[in-house]
């Protein structure tokens, strides 16, 4: 990327004023941060949370990504089928969270699988209510945007904030930032993709005064678009994606729309880490995101006298860097539902790959993978590890193991791993994955 200035380099920040220091800094408070800075507080440690935004909940918020995915194995008919959980954990924790609050559905047939479907405003009290119940100090309207590393080791963060710049002394530094952007300003290997083109980003919307029975009457219980959807989609020019879904929320008349696929008004793939295509990608959204809105009104039985509620507060971003591990998560690792001794997580949910006219989903029926710990640890850099979408996966591997459920595994695992890397003074190459295997077993991940 050309026309920026990648790092500050450590002599610029030597006078820099600082913060005090931390035992943990999360960077990033989306599912992976919220489960990541929870877990570290809790487990004793002096941590602090920075996010860039005005709350925690990351895309599952301010993308209105608007449903819990992963947490239950697929079946071939999920309407003759019970649900069946495999995600517990800090995930199971979220959910009831947000069941506490009436902020979650019930499970909703997605394909061979099923989600619930969260309501934004519950989220963010759920999260919030969970970081200051752990005592995590939080920073939010902050940006990490450079790092301070000593040798090969990351020893602080510069955060930039409305008063100016100030740093942040930390001991063990978790990114989850979803574009491993810790690491990334560390100058260790990132990848982007599939040879740097990434999924489409989608901007959500939310519609008003449905008539859900009707809507409901006509689309059937799957919450994927029916082949008569499609068929109306293929006709329409303006509309550049074929297979769109619709969540009905907790809120009466409310439905929540996964349908745009956001590329550049030229029809080109826009990489968001780019702050000019970044722009573009929420500019077309605008538009995008309206046609499918009159599509639905003019198409779709129960939508005629729908409203539209609400944008996204940004577009969702589903993929950009991804770090290289100690271990990839490997195409083959999902289809072939490969276990691992060190498994953090279970996963169920299908390859779900958002390029090209229609999304591509790949399902693993009645059998799931696992992903190992190690594919949250950099190959090289100490003091840092990952959670959440930037984690070492190749690009339709993480096309399944990016949703919510696992992110918030992650984020336990991550804390897992920085406490017995403070405690025994371990490098996070050092920590065998087998033992935090079994600390997330004994702490109901899997
Ligand atoms: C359109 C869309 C729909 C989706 N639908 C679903 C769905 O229905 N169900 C599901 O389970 N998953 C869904 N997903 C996936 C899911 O939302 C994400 O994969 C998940 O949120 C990733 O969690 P994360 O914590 O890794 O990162 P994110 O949620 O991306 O959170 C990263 C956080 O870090 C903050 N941040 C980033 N950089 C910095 C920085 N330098 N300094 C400070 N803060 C920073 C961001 O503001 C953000 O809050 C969807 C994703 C998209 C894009």
Known sequence: MEGYLSTLGTDALRDVPGLDDYDVVVVGGGPAGIAASTTAAELGHKTLLIERLAYPGGAAVSGMSGTICGLFLTAEE????????????????????????????????????????????SYKRAATDLVRGAGVDALYHTQMIDVIVEDDA??????????????????????????????????????KGNNGVIQNPTMMFKMGNVDVQR?????????????????????????????????????????????????????????VTDPVDHTEAEQFAIYQARAFFD??????????????????????????????????????DVVETRKHPDAIARSSWPIELHYGAKPRTEWLVDDYYEVPFATLVPKEGRNVIVAGRCLSAEHEALASCRVTAQCFEYGRAAALATDLSLRENLAFQEIDGVEIAARMKAGGGL
Not at 80 to 96: D, H, K, L
Not at 103 to 119: A, C, E, L, M
Not at 320 to 330: E, H, N, Q
């Open 78 to 121: 999920p309407a003759m089928a019970q649900p069946q959980q495999i995600v517990f954990g800090f995930a199971e924790r979220f959910r009831a969270a947000l069941e506490e609050r009436k902020g979650v559905t019930r499970p909703q047939i997605y394909g061979k699988s099923w989600v619930v479907t969260h309501d934004c405003a």
């Open 295 to 332: 599509f639905l009104k003019e198409e779709i039985p129960g939508c005629e006298d729908a409203y539209f509620i609400d944008y996204g507060a940004e577009v969702g971003v589903r993929q950009t860097r991804s770090i290289d591990g100690i271990a990839r998560l490997m195409n083959a």
């Open 215 to 271: 809507y409901l009457d006509y689309w059937g219980e799957d919450t994927i678009s029916p082949p008569k959807v499609v068929a109306i989609l293929e006709a329409r020019d303006e509309l550049v994606r074929k297979k769109v879904w619709l969540f009905p929320t907790v809120n009466p008349g409310e439905v929540l729309v996964n349908a745009t696929k956001i590329v550049g008004f030229d029809g080109r793939a826009l990489d």
């Open 154 to 191: 990351l020893a602080g963060l510069v955060l930039h904030t409305k008063s100016g710049f100030t740093r942040v002394g930390a001991r063990r530094v978790i990114d989850a930032s979803g574009d491993a952007d810790a690491v990334f300003k560390m100058g260790l290997h990132t990848t």
